[in-house]
């Protein structure tokens, strides 16, 4: 018996999960699971790749467990976009697609010649897990892991018995790894029905969810819709962070709003699984890493890790981020202090030249950010005949200002803080900025 599902059974009566206010115990989850494999997977077979394409549901969710233990590969897809989903199809060398529909699985098959990776993989008998990158600037990455692997470092938690909302993406490593925490305690999840900043405080309020799982933006994006002040949330204890830098500016604005409530940085990334860290503090911005699964190190200022759970490869990019002896370099750009705790300071592809000065954009918007009459900012390079490139900043008003003085109050405040380069030398005033779906800012390059 696979022990992961097993354990699903264990704590019978205990709610599992509440989607659209409907509640469904772990029992209930378990007898699914069997159902679809008694029923669904005869026409399944275990060497499949198989699409899901859903977001989360007691459905979706049965099925991606009741895959795992039929070894298949599986392919979460959230996206509504019909051109995205069938590049994803293409990609991930999908031979099996299921779609839910009024709590309904329709299946439908496609040829396809699998890729040596898929087959490799097929042959140790694991089940795995293909993910892509957001590709905010680039074609997205299909990456494969070794589901077995992932699920492994869940086993053997204490069971605990409390509600947590469950807002990262399906198609995220942060959503499946937050997914399987849940399951793997015995926690009770609660899926928000859409993913706005109203409706995830009411659910907060109903159901006295204690651990959130954001991102900075999203919970910026909090802030400034005021959501936080039409309800009680006074239930939370513990508001975890990541997949984006947090501007030191921002988790002072949200300590100062949520006072009794502790903040966690996570991080990890798609390659590499996400990480056991701790915060130096809930008003810090650096964190030690601490998981027995992973090593990190830190070269020219970049890190890079090796862990028990990275991917085997990508199937449609080159390993180029990976070093010979398998350490996976992520692109970000850290601080250290010599008792172990790093601090995430940008990316390097992120960096702008200024006439042969190096500038990170998280530090100039956390300084603007401090700026009153500011409620959001994104900055990033814009070409200059002179210097290269010069710093230019998107931000966003609580209140009407005057162009030029608002130009004027950023440039005095910025030059109290930063060397004369950093400082944005082109302001546009803008009614909101953009975001992914994984609730990431999308900097302009």
């Not at 097929?122 to 600037?137: H, W, Y």
């Not at 925490?181 to 859409?194: E, H, R």
């Not at 002040?229 to 947090?246: A, F, H, N, Q, V």
């Not at 190096?358 to 009153?372: A, M, Q, R, T, W």
Request: some cysteine; hydrophobic content about 40%.
């Amino acid at each position: 018996m696979n022990p992961f599902i097993t354990r699903l059974n264990y704590f019978d009566t205990k709610i599992a999960i509440i989607h659209n206010g409907v509640a469904f115990t772990y029992k209930e989850l378990y007898e699914k699971i069997q159902t679809i494999k008694k029923e669904l997977l005869v026409s399944i077979d275990s060497k499949d790749v198989a699409s899901i394409v859903s977001d989360y549901s007691f459905e979706s969710i049965a099925l991606f467990l009741a895959l795992y233990e039929n070894k298949n590969i599986i392919v979460p897809i959230t996206t509504n976009i019909e051109e995205s989903i069938n590049s994803m199809f293409e990609e991930s060398f999908t031979n099996k697609i299921i779609y839910i529909t009024d709590a309904q699985y329709i299946i439908k098959s496609r040829d396809v010649q699998h890729h040596t990776m898929i087959q490799n993989l097929q042959k140790t008998d694991n089940a795995g897990l293909i993910l892509f990158s957001s590709g905010t600037t680039s074609k997205p990455k299909a990456m494969v892991h070794n589901l077995d692997n992932l699920i492994d470092h869940h086993l053997d938690k204490k069971e605990k018995s409390i509600n947590m909302l469950l807002f990262l993406m399906f198609d995220h490593i942060g959503g499946i790894n937050t997914l399987l925490n849940i399951l793997s305690i015995g926690a009770t999840m609660i899926i928000p029905s859409t993913r706005n900043a109203d409706d995830v405080c009411r659910l907060i309020e109903e159901y006295k969810i204690k651990i959130l799982p954001y991102s900075p933006t999203f919970l910026n994006l909090i802030l400034m819709s005021q959501a936080d002040k039409k309800y009680d949330l006074s239930s939370l204890r513990l508001i975890t962070y990541g997949t984006e830098s947090m501007p030191e500016s921002l988790l002072k604005r949200l300590k100062e709003r949520f006072s009794k409530t502790k903040f966690l940085q996570t991080f990890g990334t798609s390659e590499t699984g996400i990480a056991n860290t701790v915060s130096k503090s809930s008003n810090s911005t650096y964190m030690k890493i601490v998981d027995e699964d992973l090593e990190y190190k830190i070269v020219d200022n970049e890190l890079w890790l090796k862990s028990k759970t990275q991917v085997l490869g990508y199937l449609n990019a080159s390993m180029e981020q990976f070093t010979d002896d398998e350490w996976f370099k992520t692109g970000d750009l850290v601080e250290f202090t010599e008792d172990g705790y790093i601090k995430i300071i940008g990316r390097n592809k992120e960096l702008i030249n200024v006439g042969g000065e190096k500038v990170l954009p998280n530090e100039v918007e956390s300084v603007i950010l401090e700026i009153d009459g500011i409620e959001d900012v994104i900055v990033y390079a814009q070409p200059n005949a002179i210097t290269g490139q010069s710093v230019v900043c998107d931000v966003v008003l609580t209140q009407e200002i005057e162009k030029k003085a608002l130009k004027k109050l950023l440039r005095k405040h910025c030059l109290s803080k930063l060397a004369s380069y950093k400082v944005p030398t082109k302001v546009n005033t803008l009614e909101s900025l953009d975001f992914n779906d994984r609730f990431k800012k999308i900097r302009k390059r």
